[in-house]
């Protein structure tokens, strides 16, 4: 009921704000109106008075000014201000704002006026009877209750006797579509009466004990039932479980019949009035309860085998403190994962100490909170992954040519024969060959000047390199487990410094900075009933490249893949696809002799060089429970 009145107060405070902006905006476009026909009322005032009549305020502006003023406002009012260069349409319309004053305009004359006092039309009780099914509706709002009883008698022929201490008793309520014989007590209860029904058929109203709405009076009815059920609404088996059925009822009314039939010592600190339906077979006290008062303000405790009733929000006697132990989990970040609609109104914080939660709100707040966290304390199954992670780079380098030239100094002659041919002729050795060709008929090829050099060079390569790492990861179910494992490498950054103006000041600073190539592995294992994984992987591995310039900081390139895959338990996967390949051609050597066989191999020089690189990555998770 206290909800309903504040309600339409709320709305009538909306309304009547409303009509006060569109009253002033119009009084703002009349004046409008009027400056534009009459510039005196567009000129500026000083005026200053102390407990003058607002009449003789309003004579003095239109004296003063020259304007036409017509006014019929109520001299007993007075005026205290202190204007300086204020327009005079501007001041007519803070005064009507702030006395509440009307405003008409007609030519250049202005009419001001105390608005009429709105008349109070008395308001008629809402009361409507449906003869054919016998149900009565009424919406009523602070009406007498002298004329809600008589419109009712009219209506229904229901007799009820009013006494007269209760001619000025005011009630408010609303029931839709009840029986007369429910309707009745409802409306007795909603307003702090007590009505009795003799055996003749004749109803009675009766003011509580004390003043009418006192708090005596208030205290009293909560022990009074305002409404008997039948057993065939309401009845308990000998399990002292509960069975009802009822379609409108009263929670009030409902609680006093359930504590009667079971014996219940009870103690009711507010009252229970909220209408309910309820449909229940077979069900514990508690349960009942629980249902009973979801929905509402209202609670229960129990102390020492009595109930506590009343509205948990106006009443500290019905917190509740309990420690929820977890089993399975950590309590860390366990409050986080308690929805907000279950926490709203109550404390809940960590107990490390013992893994666990305190909980403190009403009774039924904790009991909700303590079911959702035992439903969600389960063991956490514990997934072990062992990786296997295989690096093989397969790379083949053929290398065949002479070179010759000149050098700016001597060469000696050095190299290799076994296992690739690798040898620098100095030019000594060169005309020891040469002169073993002299003599030979008429060959003679000359000598060659001592600083030429001659470099023979034919070398074939084959290399196979595979690297193994088979690290172990353990990690929670839900949660991600990380491998990372890379180098690091160091380049200098210089910066250079000048102060001074006139003759400038070099200055030098340099800072270390570094640069990471890693392979990185972050699995996230998602365990489900079946027992079957669900591995959500990425893989990102970088490897330096060579330098740009010799202080620069080291390139790096990059692979990665994200992947989701689905196996069962103990089953091995494998994840590939992250191979480069390159190859290299190269050749060099005299125009047109350089491209004919064998003699290509004398007049220049030829290099293939060919790499595989390869990267697999065996995955194998086990659910330890």
Not at 55 to 64: H, L
Not at 92 to 106: D, G, P, Q, S
Not at 132 to 146: A, I, M, Q
Not at 220 to 230: A, E, G, V
Request: charged share 25%; glycine share 6%; with cysteine.
């Amino acid at each position: 009921m206290k909800i309903i009145i504040l309600v339409l107060i709320v709305i009538l405070s909306v309304g009547s704000l409303r009509g006060q902006t569109e009253r002033l905006d119009s009084i703002q476009v009349r004046l409008e109106r009027v400056v534009h026909r009459d510039s005196a009322y567009f000129s500026e005032i000083d005026i200053s008075v102390g407990k003058l009549s607002l009449g003789e305020f309003f004579r003095t502006i239109a004296r003063v000014n020259g304007v036409n003023l017509c006014y019929k406002v109520n001299e007993d009012q007075e005026v205290t201000c202190n204007f300086n260069r204020a327009r005079v349409d501007e001041l007519l319309f803070f005064l009507c704002k702030e006395y509440n004053l009307e405003l008409e305009v007609v030519g250049n004359i202005v009419s001001i006026t105390t608005p009429l006092p709105p008349v109070n039309i008395p308001r008629e009780p809402r009361i409507e009877f449906d003869s054919v099914e016998s149900l009565l509706s009424y919406d009523l709002l602070e009406d007498n209750l002298v004329s809600v009883i008589k419109l009712v008698s009219s209506l229904t022929g229901v007799q009820v006797v009013v006494p007269r201490s209760l001619y000025d008793y005011r009630v408010s309520g609303y029931v839709n579509k009840m029986p007369v014989d429910e309707a009745l007590p409802v409306l007795a209860s909603m307003n702090n009466l007590e009505i009795f029904r003799s055996k003749k058929g004749t109803w009675t109203l009766v003011a509580p004990e004390g003043p009418a709405g006192s708090e005596q009076g208030k205290v009293n009815s909560l022990y009074r039932p305002r409404r008997n059920f039948s057993p065939d609404q309401v009845s308990i088996d000998s399990s002292r479980l509960i069975t009802a059925s009822i379609n409108k009822g009263n929670v009030h009314d409902i609680v006093l019949e359930i504590c009667s039939l079971l014996g219940l010592n009870r103690v009711f600190l507010t009252s229970l009035d909220q209408e309910t339906a309820l449909h229940v077979k077979g069900v514990d006290l508690y349960s009942l309860f629980r249902v009973l008062f979801a929905g509402t303000p209202f609670t229960y405790k129990e102390e020492d085998g009595v109930f506590l009733f009343g509205s948990a929000t106006k009443n500290k006697d019905f917190a509740t403190t309990r420690v929820i132990p977890m089993c399975y989990r950590s309590v860390d970040k366990v409050i986080e994962l308690i929805p907000t609609v279950l926490k709203n109104g109550m404390q809940v914080q960590l107990f490390p100490d013992q893994n666990s939660v305190i909980a403190t709100g009403s009774s039924r707040q904790v009991d909700e909170v303590e079911r959702f966290l035992k439903s969600i304390d389960r063991s956490v199954p514990l997934v072990t992954i062992e990786v296997l992670i295989v690096n093989s780079k397969k790379s083949v380098i053929h290398e065949v040519g002479i070179t010759a030239g000149i050098g700016e100094k001597p060469t000696q002659t050095l190299g290799t024969i076994s296992p690739g041919v690798s040898m620098s002729l100095s030019a000594n050795s060169i005309n020891k060959l040469i002169n073993s060709f002299n003599g030979f008929g008429s060959i003679n090829l000359g000598k060659v000047t001592p600083d030429f050099y001659m470099s023979l060079k034919a070398l074939e390569e084959a290399g196979n390199i595979e690297l193994r790492s088979t690290p172990k990861l353990s990690t929670l179910n839900g949660h991600e487990a990380t491998l990372k494992s890379g180098e690091t490498k160091y380049y200098k950054e210089v910066q250079n410094n000048y102060y001074g103006s006139q003759i400038p000041v070099p200055s030098e600073s340099y800072t270390w900075k570094n640069v990471e190539a890693n392979l990185t592995l972050k699995i996230i294992p998602f365990v489900s009933l079946d027992g079957k994984i669900t591995l959500t992987i990425e893989i990102e591995q970088s490897e330096f490249t060579a330098r740009e310039e010799k202080d620069a900081p080291p390139g790096t390139a990059t692979r990665s893949f994200k992947s989701l895959v689905h196996v069962r338990n103990e089953e091995m996967v494998l994840l590939g696809g992250l191979d480069r390949n390159s190859k290299e051609k190269t050749s060099s050597g005299l125009p047109f002799l350089a491209r004919v066989p064998v003699l290509k191999w004398l007049f220049g020089s030829v290099k293939n060089n060919k790499v595989d690189e390869k990267l697999n990555v065996f995955i194998k998770p086990t659910v330890v429970y």
